[in-house]
DNA sequence: CTGAAAGCGCTAACAC
DNA sequence: GTGTTAGCGCTTTCAG
């Protein structure tokens, strides 16, 4: 092959150059490079400089194949938006950085028959050091072995390996609290509008919706099918607005609880006056719609950089125990779409 | 019962071992995963039978070096949420694993010193075939040299280089497209909540929202400093509501508008009765805020699509011209936020 | 059509 | 502290 040569058609430096000009070894420069000790500082300022001089980087490709890591993760995200999952990624990525990796997305299609194991596969075959895997939808166990360390997040472990984490937003604690402060308000009951069930996301609000309130005594109402869209919102909303014994609804996303709003308001029924309604996410908007929205925050951030603090670790100490991962944080963010049931 | 992958010295299969059993020589491995001519067909079968028994996979990080392609795609993209940035990094992301790219990214953080010259540095030291840079905040030119090829969406070039493209989802016309149906509607002027002004986004949208005003032959009135969110636009949205000449409002994005009628419902105004209000982005709940809102759709994807098309084009033929890329499709949606000004 | 030899740029393991 | 010697797994060049 011919070597890579830049616009000035000087070749792209090597660490042999910067050698050669330091007039050290090639292994010198790469221990420089790589933060090992035993190098004077005289010999590392000589090779930095030598270094700066012909603009040498190295390269990653190079490094990858000699030493067998690749000081990247993976993240294996569905590429369809959605609040919840768009917002995930944000936080991923963000602590992805924060941890100095480089950071490489597989996006799956829901429905796509490869799906996870697929997007593994071609992960690894990229070659990564780590493997997140965030907010999967369900397609039972995946028969893959990985032995990467792996973090599930809001996901139960999909696959078995030596090192695999799993962390999430504490998604069973918030809707039970969602559900309480309902019932709290002196409701007789709650019904719930869920996201789809192959979503562990979904199972485990509805399960949360459920305890909260079986330890209250109540009897769960039957669920009704929502996709986590505004739209399929606003279709349940259209269903409960016909019962007129409906005062308390629970909505897995914020974006289905505006649109059970929307249609509860198109009904004639006046939220919270006649029915209170509670949301899930605690987007940027909740804040604005009429009336603002009840809901309970998922702790995006924080969850992503426990996760991959432990993910790292996992990496780099493949030894030592892990810790468990902290509880996230629940908060319930009371605003002007819940109110005690009319008399 | 699937082979251990990974790094720990386990029998990870090469092609040596695939070209062993099939009795070809390596290279003809080679040619078989590299879709080359000259493979009799019978070859290519018994090649890829032995590789499916072995559960090869060729090394991403070997093939970088001795062929100096990566086959991946690097994206930079600012580490912040906002409807409109994360929509189109999914829309990116989609656009990339379709090409057959793998797909690397950076974020970077508003502020942050080292910015998009940053990113792109580190993106070229992990190597990558082309770059695409999503929505950048405006810094300058960015005194970098990259010799690989470049998509800016919307971004005019924020560097020179032999092969940039750029490509938008057409802001322009979509703002004076919303300004000009609250004009055609009957309102005597626009006010405009814009986004900040070192986004290229935001300056398009003024932009357009003047020139409609212009081309009506109404002056402008000066625009409010919003910051995308819902609480920039929720406190625009309260000096709008001060002002009993204000009838037509247009918010360069749908997050905005939802915080001004937010404040413009609180203050007393109707909407659309009193006051009109267009957004721009189409966000899924936009159909189920109340009252919906008008809007403009931006098409991400299509724009996505077409840009990665033009990047790959330009990475594979070097040589071959460009075609421009197409205009994006404009597409007002008019629902219930927007009617005639009050008599 | 297929194969043999020669690296790509770097790091690991061991000298010295 | 620093250098030497081998590869990592693949593609390239050039013979056959």
Redesign the pocket.
């Known amino acids: 092959?011919?070597?890579?040569v830049g616009r000035t058609g000087a070749?792209?430096?090597?660490?042999?150059?910067?050698?050669r000009l330091a007039?050290?070894?090639?292994?010198?420069?790469?221990?420089v490079?790589?933060d090992?000790?035993?190098?004077?500082p005289?010999?590392?300022r000589r090779v930095l400089e030598a270094a700066q001089m012909l603009g040498?980087?190295?390269?990653?490709?190079?490094?990858t194949?000699?030493?067998?890591?690749t000081r990247t993760i993976g993240v294996v995200t569905l590429g369809t938006a959605g609040f919840g999952p768009a917002s995930l990624l944000v936080s991923i990525e963000r602590a992805v950085r924060d941890t100095g990796y480089a950071l490489r997305v597989v996006s799956t299609v829901d429905g796509d028959p490869a799906g996870v194991a697929g997007a593994v596969q071609s992960l690894l075959e990229q070659g990564v050091d780590g493997i997140v895997i965030s907010e999967p939808v369900d397609e039972g166990k995946a028969p893959i072995h990985v032995d990467v360390p792996v973090l599930f997040v809001e996901a139960p472990p999909l696959f078995t390996g030596p090192r695999t984490v799993t962390t999430g937003v504490g998604a069973y604690q918030l809707a039970r609290v969602a559900t309480e402060h309902l019932l709290d308000l002196g409701h007789a009951t709650v019904h719930h509008v869920a996201g789809p069930q192959r979503w562990y996301a979904a199972r485990e609000r509805l399960a949360g919706w459920r305890a909260a309130l079986a330890a209250h005594g109540r009897s769960a109402p039957p669920a009704l099918d929502g996709d986590w869209s505004a739209d399929s919102g606003y279709r349940a909303g259209r269903a409960l607005a016909a019962n007129d014994d409906v005062t308390a609804v629970f909505a897995a996303g914020d974006e289905m609880a505006i649109g059970v709003i929307h249609a509860l308001l198109e009904a004639g029924r006046r939220v919270p006056a006649d029915v209170s309604v509670v949301g899930f996410d605690d987007m940027p908007i909740a804040a604005h719609v009429t009336p603002p929205l009840t809901t309970v925050r998922q702790p995006f951030d924080p969850v992503a950089r426990e996760g991959l603090k432990l993910l790292v670790q996992a990496i780099e100490k493949p030894d030592a125990d892990l810790p468990p991962a902290l509880d996230p944080p629940v908060e319930l963010v009371v605003r002007a779409s819940t109110a005690p049931p009319p008399p």
């Open positions: 092959m011919t070597r890579p070749p792209v430096p090597s660490s042999a150059d910067v050698a007039g050290v070894s090639r292994k010198t420069v790469s221990r490079f790589n090992e000790p035993y190098v004077t005289e010999v590392r040498y980087r190295p390269n990653h490709a190079a490094r194949l000699a030493s067998g890591r």
